[in-house]
């Protein structure tokens, strides 16, 4: 029940917070989401570097999936959830304007999610409930 309420984009700003904060870096001090991971020739001549801003934001995804699907669920438990998740949200935009390390386009994309989490949830569970609770039409 504890594991319902946690809002999961928590793992992801807990990860971009300890590789910021602890210096984690590439040569010539580039960010630890600057550092190309794999680089991946194209049959159109193209390279894809892969770098790990980029990895991180689609594990983010990932677990904004699964928030979505859980919002799917009614109960006090869900409520909660979307409330943390606001919450996180919060925090997350604090770190964005205050904290050294933090302003640049892969954490802004993550500040996004944040945000999106706690209104598409609340959406989805108001949905879900009147779905839920309709009556049918009196004739």
Do not use: C
């Not at 309420?5 to 040569?27: D, H, K, N």
């Amino acid at each position: 029940m504890a594991l319902q309420m946690f809002p999961l984009l928590t793992i992801s700003l807990v990860i971009y917070a300890v590789l910021t904060l602890t210096g984690v870096a590439g040569e010539a001090g580039t960010a630890w989401h600057d550092i190309v991971v794999v680089s991946l020739p194209m049959y159109s001549g193209d390279v894809w570097r892969v770098d790990w801003g980029a990895l991180f934001l689609t594990g983010s995804m990932g677990l904004l999936f699964v928030e979505i699907v859980r919002a799917t669920k009614a109960g006090a438990a869900s409520i909660t959830n979307h409330l943390l998740s606001f919450l996180l949200f919060v925090v997350a935009l604090l770190l964005f304007i205050l904290a050294p390390g933090f302003g640049n386009s892969v954490y802004f994309i993550f500040l996004m999610m944040t945000f999106l989490d706690p209104m598409a949830g609340l959406v989805v569970t108001t949905v879900t409930a009147r779905r839920d609770l309709a009556v049918a039409p009196q004739v």
